[in-house]
């Protein structure tokens, strides 16, 4: 019996100790699990004589409902404390500030493609898209480049395979829609393009801007006012526009247009070379073999093209001199459009 009570009081000793849940359950288990203190006790009740067993068998039972109470309660009292606790270390301070979540903006590329492209839509044209990595037939032959054309060369070509390439110019979308279409067709194509070049004007990737019109009585005039009306609400009503004779082989005659230079205003200066001029983009009357490897009628039909770069326009709209920073993604950059 002595043995019991001791029992007792070195529960609540060890009870003292016992400052989370998690203690206090291996306090049971001591105890009062299968194999625990008390539980070997009131086993051993079968061992005794039956005249002392009913007084033995009350002391044990009596402790250990105290031992269950006293547990019972500690743990209700340490289960509210580690409630309040994480109340307290959970709690949301609503008087920080805010986390900042910085705004993304439209790339300076993307801003410069739309407003041309509303520029063209707003004279009635429509946009075609074709794909990046291009047949060979499309890219060349069909612009009337045959395979070993001086003029392949002039575009420093990333080939797939020998029939397949990086698109180098956005010209082959004038061949896919004439292809598909039948005149009258006003189109523009924008998109991105691949040349094997990098320097401080030059990307291996850049993005175009074609534009073509087809129908039956369209005339070099017609090209002539609407880049100038093109350039004009672009850069500004003022901007000074001239052609200059060239060579595409897919446009007869070919045309390159310069602008007056917006850094200098034509004095001559080191971004124009001193000319006065700025050139900005290649265009011409389609070359009728061009007509003939779609199959129109170059009897009927006439039609222009033209494409310009579009970080050069965005280059000389917002006076930045190297093309890198496009593509660089520093945002004090990005930032500024
Ligand atoms: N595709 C030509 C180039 O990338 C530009 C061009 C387009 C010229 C249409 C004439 C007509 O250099």
């Avoid at 410069?112 to 990595?133: A, W």
């Avoid at 073509?212 to 003022?238: C, N, Q, R, Y």
């Avoid at 000319?275 to 009728?288: D, F, K, V």
Wanted: glycine letters at 6%; a neutral charge; charged letters at 25%.
């Amino acid at each position: 019996m002595e043995d019991t009570l001791s029992l007792k009081n070195s529960f609540l000793k060890e009870s003292k100790s016992a400052t989370s849940v998690a203690k206090l359950q291996q306090l049971r288990i001591k105890y009062l699990g299968k194999k625990g203190l008390i539980t070997s006790k009131l086993k051993a009740l079968s061992t005794i004589s039956p005249e002392l067993r009913p007084a033995y068998g009350k002391v044990v039972n009596e402790v250990k409902v105290y031992i269950e109470e006293e547990i019972n309660r500690i743990e209700s009292l340490l289960k509210k404390e580690e409630h309040k606790k994480r109340i307290v270390s959970e709690a949301v301070d609503i008087t920080l500030p805010g986390k900042f979540t910085p705004f993304g903006r439209e790339h300076p590329i993307n801003k410069v493609l739309s407003e041309i492209t509303v520029i063209f839509v707003s004279m009635g044209f429509e946009v075609e898209e074709g794909p990046d990595v291009e047949l060979d037939y499309y890219n060349f032959e069909a612009l009337n480049m045959p395979k070993d054309h001086p003029a392949r060369e002039m575009q420093d070509t990333f080939y797939i395979s020998e029939d397949i390439v990086l698109r180098t110019h956005t010209s082959p979308v004038q061949i896919r829609v004439m292809e598909k279409r039948k005149p009258p067709l006003k189109i523009i194509a924008p998109g991105k393009v691949y040349r094997c070049d990098a320097d401080i004007s030059h990307t291996p990737m850049f993005h175009q801007v074609e534009g073509f019109m087809v129908d039956t009585d369209v005339a070099f005039s017609d090209l002539k006012g609407l880049l100038e009306s093109f350039i004009h609400s672009f850069f500004s009503a003022e901007t000074p526009v001239r052609f200059r004779p060239s060579f595409f082989p897919f446009t007869e005659p070919s045309a390159e247009v310069d602008i007056g230079c917006i850094f200098c205003s034509g004095k001559g200066c080191r971004v124009c070379k001193n000319t006065g001029w700025l050139e900005i983009l290649g265009a011409g009357m389609i070359n009728p073999r061009v007509f003939e490897m779609v199959g129109y009628n170059p009897e009927i039909y006439s039609g222009f093209a033209f494409g310009m770069g579009i970080e050069r326009m965005a280059m000389l709209k917002y006076s930045i001199d190297d093309i890198r920073l496009f593509f660089e993604n520093d945002m004090r950059f990005l930032k500024q459009f």
